[in-house]
């Protein structure tokens, strides 16, 4: 994998993310960084970040539903508990992940690779039906397997190594 450097060839790149604002936004400054170095880049995200794409002189490509739609719709649900929440979270997965493989496969046509972020499931599936690199970037270690702690959805972070081993 080339590094995106001032001394790199230009590449183009999708990069995308999945979630809320604090999924997308760290993305958009990673893509303006890309365009900095001298590359191409198409920012992939749901269809309510197109402005925020746009303001940032973005390509963009929508992937996916509209997130605050599905929050707005579902919004009792994300306060009711870590069960429910959990229940919502998997129906957006479900809905969700066939129109990001979809998208996103369109999106990416004609890119040397993807960097995702979020809740992006389909960016790992997509980068290898293409034949190009893939990269996550993680921005909570909740979301990455570890005895240290328990999945990101458990309401009970203080565990023992061998309860959080059990719930990942």
């Not at 001394?7 to 890309?34: H, Q």
């Not at 402005?51 to 929050?71: H, K």
């Not at 493989?101 to 890119?111: E, F, R």
């Not at 790992?124 to 570890?146: I, K, N, Q």
Request: overall charge positive.
């Amino acid at each position: 994998y080339r590094v995106i450097s001032h001394g790199a060839p230009p590449m183009k790149y999708a990069v995308t993310a999945e979630g809320t604002r604090g999924d997308i936004f760290p993305m958009l400054a990673l893509a303006k960084r890309f365009e900095a170095y001298g590359h191409e880049v198409v920012f992939c995200a749901p269809p309510d970040f197109a402005q925020a794409a746009g303001e940032r002189g973005l390509a963009f490509r929508p992937v996916g539903r509209d997130i605050r739609e599905f929050l707005t719709e579902h919004a009792r649900s994300l306060h009711g508990g870590a069960l429910v929440m959990a229940k919502a979270a998997g129906k957006l997965f479900k809905d969700n992940v066939g129109r990001q493989l979809a998208d996103l496969h369109g999106a990416a046509q004609g890119c040397d690779g993807i960097v995702s972020a979020g809740t992006q499931l389909a960016a790992s599936s997509v980068a290898e039906a293409l034949g190009v690199p893939h990269r996550f970037v993680a921005y909570d270690p909740t979301l990455l397997r570890s005895e240290f702690h328990p999945p990101v959805f458990w309401p009970r972070p203080n565990l023992p190594r061998w309860a959080n081993r059990v719930l990942w």
